[in-house]
Nanobody, 124 residues
Framework: EVRLVESGGGSVQSGGSLRLSCAASGYKDSFYCMGWFRQAPGKEFEGVARISRDGRTTYYEDAVKGRLTISRDNFENTVYVQMNSLKPEDTAMYYC?????????????????RGQGTQVTVTS
């Protein structure tokens, strides 16, 4: 059974930093596409960042560009997102997602595997 387990969420003040991790298990190879989504209360899922298998291709949603950095360790089957200069509007549940296919679509429903989420709360 494939599992994605997120960790690293918490509550920080505006301007603070957090590093989220997502460990994948139960898959025989490294996923081609891995990414992070978030969902704030009453809002739709929003793609935050994604990364290709070799780590060379990344994509960031405009609202987080320059503040978030996604990376991965294929040996450990783990994807990370370093979040700096956090803002109250970054408050959301953050979900890891992975798929064996290339990153053709950056839509939550495209990814075959998703984690349970980790809460990030940014206070002003």
């Amino acid at each position: 059974e494939v599992r994605l387990v997120e960790s690293g969420g918490g509550s920080v003040q505006s301007g603070g930093s957090l590093r989220l991790s997502c460990a994948a298990s139960g898959y025989k190879d490294s996923f081609y596409c891995m990414g992070w989504f978030r969902q704030a209360p009453g809002k739709e899922f929003e793609g935050v960042a994604r990364i290709s298998r070799d780590g060379r291709t990344t994509y960031y949603e405009d609202a987080v560009k320059g503040r978030l950095t996604i990376s991965r360790d294929n040996f450990e089957n783990t994807v990370y997102v370093q979040m700096n200069s956090l803002k109250p509007e970054d408050t959301a549940m953050y979900y890891c997602a992975a798929d064996p296919r290339p990153c053709y679509l950056f839509d939550y429903s495209y990814f075959n595997y998703r984690g349970q989420g980790t809460q990030v709360t940014v206070t002003s």
